[in-house]
């Protein structure tokens, strides 16, 4: 039997994500932080949002920060590679457990295949 540890990071009472280390858990939970506070700061600004939508708009200034960064800091769109390959890092992020269950039992199923060893001629 194998023991798996999985770190939940859990708001209001609802599981929003499960990852397999803290450092990723970690980051994500900073990140909803981050939005928590982008919401407020949205709904003290006198602006007439919506807080569905003032949600929705903090959630994404959360998930794009390094953009949100580099926009204050120089006054210009990041270049197009950045925003990709933050893109594809988000895409590529930890599976909830359901998947991740999946994976391992097709990993399991399936052998891993052999390495081919050099041989030398006599």
Known sequence: ???ETKFVVV??????M???NKKDADAYDKML???????EW???????????LAENI??????????VQH??????MPEAAAVVVQETAEETAEPDNAEVV?????????????????????
Do not use: N
């Open 42 to 52: 949205l709904s003290q600004s006198g602006l007439e949002i919506d807080e569905v």
């Open 58 to 67: 903090a959630l994404h200034l959360a998930e794009q920060k390094d953009a």
């Open 102 to 122: 999946e994976a391992e039992a097709e990993e399991k199923a399936a052998p891993a295949p052999k390495k081919a060893r050099a041989v030398k001629a006599a």
């Open 71 to 76: 926009i204050l800091r120089t006054s210009k």
């Open 33 to 39: 932080d981050m939005a928590d506070t982008f919401t």
């Open 11 to 16: 708001r209001k009472g609802e599981e929003k």
């Open 18 to 20: 499960t990852f397999a």
């Open 1 to 3: 039997m194998a023991v």
